[in-house]
């Protein structure tokens, strides 16, 4: 139902690829939006960042100083076809990298063309970082109507803050700020006091500096990442030791990572890590083995971490690594709809699903949607914890979309369906290759005629 309300000013926080999702978005409903991102280009993650948290390479204080936690060696794990956002395919250009999975570069320089393409350079304001984003005072808030006081200061090139801050007040913020930056580090014995090196994939660019001076290297963690880097390794240190997420896991691997053994003989599996040594060189497995080595990577994960966000504890980011209370992932009950989070969920199509919660926050920001009732937002997200609970669901996995919030945001978002043929292609790409063949399957599948057709389609 349409409205006669004055527009709008939104605030976005960050110009990576939720963020930029949701400035179109806005902008489509006639919103004034201003998109505040402190690294100097678009892109989020996908913007390649050589540097690192060198002097914290844990990550564990936060908020990190180093954004970007992007290896060199990134390459999509979905196809380009799936990829795209509406109404602006992932086609492969020429002169740059045409494969069917492509390297993080490519997808940066497609975020680029987006944000060229709908005219939205205008609206993002680069080197420009968010250190607090509150609830204006009601001086501020004279219409009655909740807004938000947001805080900026400018970002040098080299990543300091020329100290200078800006205050501003807006009607509504977004925040798609990104959840890859902040490490998640595992509790194990002995990492305070262990003395070689140890850092998590936050740190982590390039297998170069371990050549010739790391001649045993743990890998904690079998998931994307910790294969990915556990296969880089392998040609410049003598062994890797692949430390697995239970004991179980160790004894029976799934078939990508018993191939990928079978492959790199110098790549060893085991069980969890137990403690790093008090002799601070040995580290000891769940089994009971041990070994003498000279760094340990982290590949755990992040945390969401949202440091510019004062909301009093109405919106916090649990123990579980559960942001909340978030309405279908997306919004917060009791300051909705001022306030919206683009781009938490976690197992989606992306960009397409941060698409949708983009293209549903801007219909309610506009008028043409209504939310329910504070109280039945919150009745109907303490019913999904419980049924997650009853099911068994990690905390850690709160953010991993079911087909129920598949079907409620295309419904809410009225974006058109994925077509049938991405979805297969996509689940086949994930569900199949990627658990089957992590090391060939991309270049196996890539068939560049076959993503031109796809496309054309």
Known sequence: MATDRPKEKV???????????????????????????QRGDVGGQWLYDPRTDADDPLGATAPVKVHGSVYASVRLIS????MGLSNFQFVPRPGRDARRFPGHREVYWYLKDFCAAFGLEDAVRLNTRVVRVAMAPPREACSGDLKWLVRSVHVEPNGSEDGVAVEEVFDAVVVASGHYSQPRLPSIKGME?????????HSYREPEPFRGEVVVVVV???????????????????EVYLAAKSVEDAARPPPAVSKMLANHADIRLHPPVDQLCDDGTTVAFADGSRAAADAVIYCTGYRYSFPFLDTGGIVAVDDGNRVGPLYEHTFPPALAPSLSFVGVPMWVFAPWFFEA????????????????PEEEMLRALHEDYRAREIAGVPAYHAHAITAEVWEFVYWHSDLPRM????????????????REDRETFRDR?????????????
């Open 79 to 82: 196809p380009r076809e799936c």
């Open 193 to 201: 006091s262990w003395r070689r090196r140890q850092l998590h994939t």
């Open 419 to 434: 077509e049938d043929w991405k979805v297969e292609l996509f689940t086949t790409s994930i569900l199949m290759n990627l």
């Open 220 to 238: 904690v963690g079998c998931g994307a990442s910790g294969l990915d880097i556990a296969m880089e390794l392998c040609g410049v240190a003598n």
């Open 11 to 37: 605030c976005v926080v960050g110009a990576g690829m939720s963020g930029l999702a949701a400035a179109r978005e806005l902008r489509r409903e006639g919103l004034e939006v201003t998109v505040m991102e």
């Open 445 to 457: 599948d890539d068939d560049s005629e076959s993503v031109r057709e796809g496309l054309r389609r």
């Open 357 to 372: 919660q983009a293209r549903w926050v801007a219909l309610v920001l506009s008028g043409k949607a209504a939310l329910l």
